[in-house]
């Protein structure tokens, strides 16, 4: 499937997606049969109150477990739609992010730091916090006029109780404590990126390329379900996972360096006859805008930048 089908020279730029099929272990019906006979086997050597006899003997010399061939791996049930291959469109927006988080050290975590930073261990920096924060505490409270002003001021602030009667003291001594923040890095968010395309359809054929691209990324973008017992009732109680995407962009015959990772297809947002209210003889829109939104599924590092990605 590819938009457009005429005038393909003058777009030298290209963007294609092709589904991905993941590979997923798919349990073996002999783990099931084994769990049940294991059971069985068990509920045999508790009613016998067998006490003699060795355990090879109750459950046999055969371990099921050990014997069973390795997890298979398993497809999709139903075959992926087939990659598009779109024009290249403009302002191709990627957001690479990371977070922080705010942290308050405080008097002691700030004096702790800095003390780890001078070389001492993690117990004698935390010792020397809470030595030198008591030891402000202590000396204003038995000799207040011995401290410096500020120093006063500040053991003052801390000493009063919570609500008004801390706000009543830094008013009257325009002091406050420093909460001493610092922002630490927390993680790294996924990538997430998205693409806009006007599709006009030139012709009957194009019109309807159109309607099978925009088909194949909404069945793309929805799961397969698990139905329980098809046999008896089908009731859906699970889903399959959807395919991934990989994109691929190309100008002029060749592979540009923008790389992502196969990716999740989060949205898909069609406005049919967005600037017109034209409609052909077979029912098919005059133009259609297609909007995409992708995601990543896993953070990336320095590593993969390195890559390319």
């Given amino acids: 499937m590819r938009y457009p089908l005429s005038d393909t020279e003058q777009y030298k730029g290209k963007i294609m997606f092709a589904p991905v099929q993941e590979n997923y272990v798919d349990v ?3 783990a099931t049969s084994t769990v049940s006979e294991a059971s069985n086997t068990l509920r045999q050597f508790s009613r016998s109150g067998a006490a003699t006899g060795s355990v090879s003997d109750t459950f046999g010399s055969g371990n099921s477990f050990t014997q069973q061939a390795p997890p298979k791996k398993q497809v999709s049930r139903l075959a992926p739609s087939g990659p598009v291959t779109l024009y290249l469109p403009q302002a191709i927006n990627v957001s690479d992010q990371v977070s922080y988080e705010r942290i308050d050290l405080g008097t002691i975590g700030a004096v702790g730091a800095a003390a780890m930073k001078s070389g001492r261990s993690l117990l004698a920096s935390a010792y020397d916090a809470g030595s030198e924060t008591g030891k402000s505490m202590l000396d204003f409270i038995t000799n207040p006029s011995g401290m410096r002003s500020e120093l006063a001021a500040l053991a003052a602030v801390r000493l009063a109780p919570g609500g008004v009667a801390s706000g009543a003291a830094k008013s009257v001594l325009g002091v406050t404590v420093n909460p001493n923040t610092k ?9 997430t990126f998205g ?6 359809a030139s012709s009957a054929a194009e019109a309807q390329s159109i309607e099978d691209i925009v088909k194949a990324f909404r069945t793309e ?9 098809p046999e008896f009732f089908n009731v859906p109680i699970g889903y399959h996972f959807p395919n991934k995407y990989r994109i691929t962009m190309m100008y002029n015959g060749k592979v540009l360096p923008i790389k992502f990772l196969d990716s999740n297809l989060i949205s898909v947002q069609t406005t049919y006859n967005p600037t017109s209210m034209g409609w052909h003889a077979d029912g098919k829109p005059s133009e259609v805008d297609l909007t995409l939104a992708f995601g990543e599924p896993r953070t990336l590092s320095k590593q993969d930048i390195a890559a390319g990605y």
């Fill in 221 to 229: 973008l929805y799961p397969e379900t698990i139905n329980a017992n």
């Fill in 195 to 200: 693409f806009t395309f006007k599709m006009i």
């Fill in 183 to 191: 922002s630490l890095f927390r993680g790294v968010e996924l990538r």
């Fill in 28 to 30: 073996p019906k002999t």
